[in-house]
Every structure is written in structure tokens, then in C-alpha cells.
């Protein structure tokens, strides 16, 4: 599974970006999904992961409310609507899939797209 994220950008406070993250492979609609980002001396975190069917989310605390992941399995895509974005949430944003166990499990990740650059500015 290749896994290409797109959509970064300079936003202002207050802005909003949609991330996507295009799989390939057959195995899309399997994998459960997530969002890691990581910041400039920052170990990466889990902003947000969904199960492969979408029934179950998970969002780290820093973003609930302003962040709304989803798929669409048939497109083979995971998106990530970021909302009233704040310069704290300026990161490298990851997109990531594998055979979770649970989308809260970082270490079941084992598939990586390079990253997409999200700068917020104040």
C-alpha cells in the first residue's frame, strides 16, 4: 500500500485546510486509518485515526471539535477537515494505515505517506 498526502498549506488563525491522502492497493478498505503530525522538536502524535468501515473515531484532546476525519473507502481516500486552526497546530501532517488492532495503537500503523507541511500563522 502507497499512501500520498496532499493538501498543506499557510493558513491564518482561524482557517481551515482539508487534508487527503490517497491510497493504493486493494487492501484500502481493510486498513484502519489516522493522521499523525509531527512539529519541530516534537515527538509525532496521533491527531486522528477511523476504523476501516468509519464507524469509530478517535481524536487527540488538542483537537477535538475543530478536526472531523473521514474516508471514502471507494475512492480509496482519508480526509482530514481541520477548523479554527491555531498557530500550535503548525506541524508536518502524516497520513497512515495498517491492519490495526485498535486506531489509538500507534505501533500498528505500518504503512506511511511523506508528509504534507500545515503552517498556521498567528
Known amino acids: 500500500v502507497q499512501l500520498q498526502a496532499s493538501g498543506g498549506g499557510l493558513v491564518q488563525a482561524g482557517g481551515s485546510l482539508r487534508l487527503s491522502c490517497a491510497a493504493s492497493g486493494r487492501t484500502f478498505s481493510t486498513y484502519g486509518m489516522g493522521w499523525f503530525r509531527q512539529a519541530p522538536g516534537r515527538e509525532r502524535e496521533l491527531v486522528a485515526g477511523i476504523s476501516w468501515s468509519g464507524g469509530t473515531k478517535y481524536y487527540a484532546d488538542s483537537v477535538k471539535g475543530r478536526f472531523t476525519i473521514s474516508r471514502d473507502n471507494a475512492k480509496k481516500t482519508v480526509y482530514l477537515q481541520m477548523n479554527s486552526l491555531k498557530p500550535e497546530d503548525t506541524a508536518v501532517y502524516y497520513c497512515?494505515?495498517?491492519?490495526?488492532?485498535?486506531?489509538?495503537?500507534?505501533?500498528?500503523?505500518?504503512?506511511w505517506g511523506q508528509g504534507t507541511q500545515v503552517t498556521v500563522s498567528s
Open positions: 497512515a494505515g495498517g491492519l490495526v488492532r485498535s486506531i489509538r495503537y500507534v505501533g500498528d500503523y505500518e504503512y
